[in-house]
């Protein structure tokens, strides 16, 4: 049986050979190309095959026991099941499994918590603060009074100080941490501090690093964060999708933020999804798995440093690193397209000055992969020949065919 179970059982194939062709062709892109963007990761064959489940076609408007259609009654179980098993894992006493993405988790945060036009205090979008952190283009940004706070210049790291000094200036109704770009770990007991000082609400979007929490690999936001926002797909490794935990007393606001508020109806499939990935995500070898990427971020971070990059706060914490690549002659912007035309896709993303003209990097996928630190030296050598022209487009491509020929993502 193949892990692909739509493209295995051949129906669409059969059916519909224009849309077989392209899953076929993004599967091919996969597994011969490498896949270094930080938010990626590839799900297991038993996620993908809750995915593809006759759960999609269930309607389940409402929560376990009290939907607003027949016929729940065995989705209810999958939903129970996947908030039992978020709830253990992350220690929280409630947990939401309904957001469709970890945007829709953190509307849900805010519609829970906020009234348009409050002021919240984030960090800004330069330095890596997400799209729903304030910025103009988005909802976060037309209808609340966002306040930014950035990272030291010197060191990369968020600046407390600054946090401390803008909360006490501006008083804000709630305080976001979490980033898009950052690769040390959050310390959210001193965000809880701030927050308290200045009667804040504290909501942490731990969209990045939920995954290595679930491992033990990083810091739970849980115990401190009145709301944890948080994607499944990222280093989690589950469907697309989003969750929000919090303490029971928020219970009722959080659900009803996602329900009848800012969404419809579940999606069961997604739901059974992430039920599935909670569980991979309980085992000892996701433990295994959340620390060797980390291990694997160290190692790609301290080969990047020695091909001459310049490595955002000396190193990592986490599955994530960000370079400025200018020592090598090149932007960042240039060096994506440069990198993709190898066979190493990867994102451009905000460095400490303010401007987003570095590179970001994650270890999840290739670690799910089966690639370990000797891999991890290869790819900074790689990284490093394709930008100084050491190595010409083709036979990076084909060093890059060959590497990742060693690890298919999906064997068979
Ligand atoms: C990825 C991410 C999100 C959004 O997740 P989507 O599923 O793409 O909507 C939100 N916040 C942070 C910090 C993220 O990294």
């Known amino acids: 049986m193949s892990v692909v179970p739509v493209i295995e059982a051949d129906v669409l194939?059969?059916?519909?050979?224009?849309?077989?062709?392209?899953?076929?062709?993004?599967?091919?892109?996969?597994?011969?190309?490498?896949?270094?963007?930080?938010?990626?990761?590839?799900?297991?064959?038993?996620?993908?095959?809750?995915?593809?489940?006759?759960?999609?076609?269930?309607?389940?408007?409402?929560?376990?026991?009290?939907?607003?259609?027949?016929?729940?009654?065995?989705?209810?179980?999958?939903?129970?099941?996947?908030?039992?098993r978020a709830k253990a894992l992350f220690g929280a006493e409630h947990a939401n499994v309904q957001a469709h993405s970890g945007s829709s988790a953190v509307l849900a945060a805010y519609a829970a918590l906020l009234r348009p036009g409050d002021t919240v205090l984030a960090l800004g979008l330069p330095y890596?603060?997400?799209?729903?952190?304030?910025?103009?283009?988005?909802?976060?940004?037309?209808?609340?009074?966002?306040?930014?706070?950035?990272?030291?210049?010197?060191?990369?790291?968020?600046?407390?100080?600054?946090?401390?000094?803008?909360?006490?200036?501006?008083r804000p109704k709630a305080i976001v941490c979490g980033s898009i770009a950052c690769p040390r770990h959050i310390d959210y007991a001193l965000f809880r501090e701030v927050a308290d000082e200045v009667g804040a609400y504290l909501i942490a979007d731990a969209a990045h690093p939920i995954g290595l929490v679930a491992g033990g690999?990083?810091?739970?936001?849980?115990?401190?964060?009145?709301?944890?926002?948080?994607?499944?797909?990222?280093?989690?490794?589950?469907?697309?999708?989003?969750?929000?935990?919090?303490?029971s007393e928020l219970a009722e606001r959080v659900d009803r933020a996602v329900f009848p508020f800012t969404q419809g109806g579940a999606q069961m499939h997604t739901i059974a999804?992430?039920?599935?990935?909670?569980?991979?995500?309980?085992?000892?070898?996701?433990?295994?798995?959340?620390?060797?990427?980390?291990?694997?971020a160290r190692v790609l971070a301290a080969g990047l440093?020695?091909?001459?990059?310049?490595?955002?706060t000396g190193g990592t914490d986490t599955h994530l690193i960000t370079v400025d690549p200018l020592p090598l002659g090149v932007d960042g912007r240039a060096a994506r397209g440069q990198l993709a035309a190898a066979g190493l896709v990867l994102d451009c993303c905000p460095l400490?000055?303010?401007?987003?003209?570095?590179?970001?990097?994650?270890?999840?996928?290739?670690?799910?992969?089966?690639?370990?630190?000797?891999e991890m030296a290869t790819i900074a050598a790689l990284l490093a020949g394709v930008l100084r022209g050491r190595v010409d487009t083709r036979r990076a491509r084909d060093e890059v065919r060959d590497l990742v020929g060693g690890f298919p993502p999906y064997p068979g």
């Open 13 to 84: 194939r059969r059916q519909d050979p224009e849309l077989a062709e392209i899953l076929l062709g993004e599967l091919a892109r996969q597994s011969t190309t490498l896949q270094l963007i930080a938010a990626e990761n590839f799900s297991s064959p038993a996620v993908l095959a809750a995915l593809g489940s006759p759960l999609a076609n269930k309607y389940a408007e409402g929560y376990p026991g009290a939907r607003h259609h027949g016929g729940c009654e065995i989705v209810d179980v999958a939903e129970r099941v996947a908030v039992e």
């Open 128 to 170: 890596g603060g997400h799209l729903t952190h304030g910025s103009p283009a988005n909802f976060s940004g037309r209808w609340f009074d966002f306040v930014g706070y950035g990272v030291d210049a010197e060191t990369g790291i968020v600046d407390y100080a600054q946090v401390r000094s803008l909360a006490r200036l501006h």
């Open 217 to 247: 690999a990083a810091p739970n936001p849980v115990p401190y964060a009145d709301i944890v926002c948080a994607t499944t797909h990222k280093v989690l490794r589950g469907p697309r999708g989003g969750m929000l935990l919090c303490g």
């Open 273 to 296: 999804a992430k039920a599935v990935a909670f569980g991979e995500a309980a085992t000892p070898a996701f433990t295994a798995y959340a620390h060797q990427v980390v291990a694997n």
């Open 305 to 312: 440093a020695g091909e001459g990059f310049v490595v955002t």
């Open 352 to 374: 400490p000055h303010g401007d987003s003209r570095g590179l970001r990097l994650g270890t999840a996928a290739v670690t799910t992969q089966g690639m370990g630190e000797g």
